[in-house]
């Protein structure tokens, strides 16, 4: 087929929930899709959906069967997007699936499968790749502007415990390190080039759920680089989205408000040895603030931009123009990973020789 | 020996340096212990005693030889400490030492079997169970202050690399972990009466010393609390000092200034569900802050207080009077634990079944 830039791609959206509606809204200005209707299991979603302007189809089987819908968005529960892009692919259209994309390696490898056997294309909306904190550490880490970073913290901490509904269960695909989890895990790998060797990780029940409210896992990279993920739902008190040191400096990146700063060694000032300070009731030399005059602190770098929108670039791949900035062997590699996570935390042990790099 | 509490206990500094010349200054203001000498192999150091008004002894056969040295007080680099003492036990003095008491755990055996043996004391100067900071974290963990600790983060950040001379050097005991490690992990394991039943670390070797600059450790307790102890000598930025999450809110610490709050559930407010807040390029319900109504920030608790201070509880503990605060089992199961996190952070792998907790 052939598109004009003006012929925009028709998508319709299953499932009207949060993330439905949040993509029908961001659609709304985009130049290259445009949503023609929605389909919902639950009728009040429907109504919300006509009331916003979008079709309602009466079921998922009239969107299939519904020739001038080329594109599926599913921002459905978790455990039902692999069935529902199946049908999608057989029906000949396009998918694009929220994330987690499936609960299991083996789910999403049996809908990348069937997408290639249909010949058409499947995208996980990976959001937070466009992320401006993510993309101020991805340049960081590229550009060496504190050094090579060895060190790299990402956390997000919130005190509302898991939110919503399905969430909260395990048969839907609940849970933190799913949710959340699958977004700093993905940032992580599209900004690491090198295989992970090791990954050690707590999972958090503190709440009572049958599924965790948080978890952290330790992150060993081949090419030396360590890093620390966590979410916690459970957090009064936040500490810091982004930490990272490099060999020159270290960085930080306080909230999604781009509140931050980078501190690094000045290389043209004398090294003082620094002097020792009161800590508690003993002296420590090593814990001292550096001199003044030795370190200096600047702003954060402008953040890298991604080259296209997530929408932009979906649009131009089933077009065949462009690659997608979402690969589905980066995916496949994060499901690996988190099922990698799950088995340390539920085992306790370090978890090795998992990691699909290529 | 009878002593009135007007007779001082006296005391031979061996080893003049930074911590030696610290314990001078303290003792000299202590009530039941008093400073007669000190000798340290260096006479530039003996000098200086000198000039501080200590009698420098010519060698440590003089100070075992002295029948007026009651207690000999070792602040060397680590590797000597266990010869010291077990010569001065022979000569029937009483020991103080530095920490890391010794290298190994098995050294830590022979020591307080040979004090056994000849019926003298051997304490070691945990003096960071005396830090304000802990002290306030500790009475939060017994009190409940924020409810129930199940969360315990223990962090000292600088950026001054390894300091000094002997520190960087793997033969005479040099390296962060037995340098500031032995203090976190100390203040955890008198704080937190349970069994460790895993640990997971990783050592820090970027400053390209012999010895690790700095590691992270993730402690696994079976009372189900977990901790997370850092030391890092390559931070320009610094993280809170403590980090802790309860049952009921969040506490931190920043530093040695005593900064902090904590933040708790308010039980009296009606329960308003969050509302969706940007975040990045996304949506997040589960991330915005809590409602102003729902949380309560207060005070950090004024502080909990040993029940003496190391020099009058050592005086106490020779003269049969009290229990040491700085038990010896205590300090031998911590010797256990940093072998655990050196085997650890060695071969990657969770360690398992080794705690001594009885």
Same mark, same amino acid.
């Given at each position: 087929m052939d598109h004009h830039h003006d012929d925009k791609h028709t998508v319709v959206i299953i499932g009207y929930g949060g993330m439905g509606s949040y993509h029908a809204k961001l659609i709304k @200005? =985009? $130049?290259r899709l445009q949503v023609i209707g929605t389909y919902d299991i639950d009728h009040a979603r429907g109504k919300a959906s006509e009331q916003d302007g979008y079709r309602a189809y009466e079921s998922y089987e009239a969107v299939l069967n519904d020739a001038a819908a080329e594109i599926v968005l599913i921002a459905t529960p978790n455990d039902v997007h692999k069935d529902l892009a199946l049908h999608a692919f057989a029906a000949g259209k396009h998918v694009i699936c929220e994330k987690p994309v499936t609960m299991s390696v083996e789910d999403f490898e049996a809908m990348t499968a069937a997408a290639d056997q249909a010949n058409k294309v499947v995208m996980v909306h990976q959001n937070r790749r466009w992320d401006e904190d993510y993309l101020i550490i991805k340049q960081m880490y590229e550009q060496k502007t504190i050094g090579d970073l060895f060190r790299i913290e990402s956390r997000v901490h919130g005190a509302n415990g898991i939110p919503g509904d399905w969430r909260h269960l395990d048969a839907h695909g609940g849970g933190m390190l799913l949710d959340w989890g699958v977004h700093l895990l993905d940032q992580l790998i599209f900004m690491i080039d090198s295989k992970i060797i090791s990954v050690s990780s707590t999972l958090s029940f503190i709440l009572g759920d049958e599924v965790d409210d948080g978890f952290e896992a330790m992150l060993q990279f081949e090419n030396g680089v360590s890093a620390l993920v966590e979410v916690g739902t459970t957090n009064f008190i936040t500490l810091p989205r982004w930490? %990272?040191? !490099? +060999? #020159? $400096? +270290? $960085? *930080? &990146? #306080? @909230?999604?408000?781009? +509140? !931050? /700063? &980078? *501190? +690094?060694? =000045? /290389?043209?000032? #004398? &090294? %003082?040895e620094p002097k020792p300070v009161q800590a508690g009731v003993g002296l420590t030399k090593t814990m001292a603030p550096p001199s003044e005059m030795a370190t200096l602190t600047g702003a954060l770098p402008k953040p890298y931009a991604q080259r296209s929108s997530f929408y932009d670039n979906f649009a131009a791949v089933i077009e065949g123009a462009d690659e997608a900035i979402v690969r589905n062997d980066e995916v496949l590699r994060v499901l690996n990973l988190i099922e990698a996570i799950f088995r340390s935390g539920r085992t306790g042990e370090t978890v090795k020789d998992f990691d699909l790099y290529k």
């Open positions: @200005d =985009n $130049g930490y %990272v040191k !490099g +060999t #020159e $400096g +270290t $960085g *930080v &990146i #306080e @909230d999604w408000s781009m +509140t !931050g /700063r &980078i *501190v +690094t060694r =000045n /290389r043209d000032a #004398e &090294i %003082v």
